[in-house]
Structure formats: C-alpha cells, structure tokens
Nanobody, 123 residues
Framework: QVQLVESGGGLVQAGGSLRLSCAAS???????MGWFRQAPGQEREFVAS????????IYADSVKGRFTISRDNAKFMQYLQMNSLKSEDTAVYYC?????????????????WGQGTQVTVSS
C-alpha cells in the first residue's frame, strides 16, 4: 500500500488556474494514476487518468481541454494542471493509484487514495 498526499488546492476566481500535486510514499511506476473529485452533495467522479508511464491520458468530458494530468515516476509525483476554472469545478480533489499499469476510469480500479484537497472556484 502507498500513502498519497495531495496539495495545491485553494480558492481561485473563475477563469483562473491551479496546479494540484500528489506525493506518493512509494513507487508509482508501473501503476496507472488518477484524479477524482467530489462536489458537495454529489458522488465522487472521475477527472483524469494516465497509464503507467504517462504516454496515454484520458479525461472526463467536463474537463477536457482545460485540465492536464502528468506524472514524474522518478519523484513519485502526480500533477493536475487546471486552467480556465469554472464554479462547477469546485470540489474536493483526490489522487489515486491504480491496481495495474492500465488506465481505468472507475473508482474500483484504484485501491489507494489520498485524503483530498479542496478546490473552490468563485464566480
């Protein structure tokens, strides 16, 4: 099992940007990594994922073209660059490590989770 710690959340105006980071206590090489989010009163939803080396990515339609997921396996880090933020992006954002190298969009494919970081976008 690996410990994941998110950082970089905060309050930003609509149209602004934030960069979330996820620091892992152990290796993430060989594993898919993902970002999910949960808005108040809603189910947690998929945001983005990369395969084991980052050369394949997938995004939720709601963030496509605005968010960019990346990773640095050597540093045990994952990132989420969020641009053109909207009020509907307000949520707690979670970092997750997958069961294997392949991208998955379902929560069930991720056994390891961070505690989350709050992102609030004011309109």
């Amino acid at each position: 099992q690996v410990q994941l710690v998110e950082s970089g959340g905060g309050l930003v105006q609509a149209g602004g940007s934030l960069r979330l980071s996820c620091a892992a206590s152990g290796s993430i090489g060989g594993y898919a990594m993902g970002w999910f989010r949960q808005a108040p009163g809603q189910e947690r939803e998929f945001v983005a994922s990369t395969n084991w080396n980052g050369d394949t990515t997938i995004y939720a339609d709601s963030v496509k073209g605005r968010f960019t997921i990346s990773r640095d396996n050597a540093k045990f880090m994952q990132y989420l660059q969020m641009n053109s933020l909207k009020s509907e992006d307000t949520a707690v954002y979670y970092c997750a490590r997958g069961r294997s190298w392949a991208i998955v969009t379902s929560e069930s494919g991720y056994p390891d989770w961070g505690q989350g970081t709050q992102v609030t976008v004011s309109s």
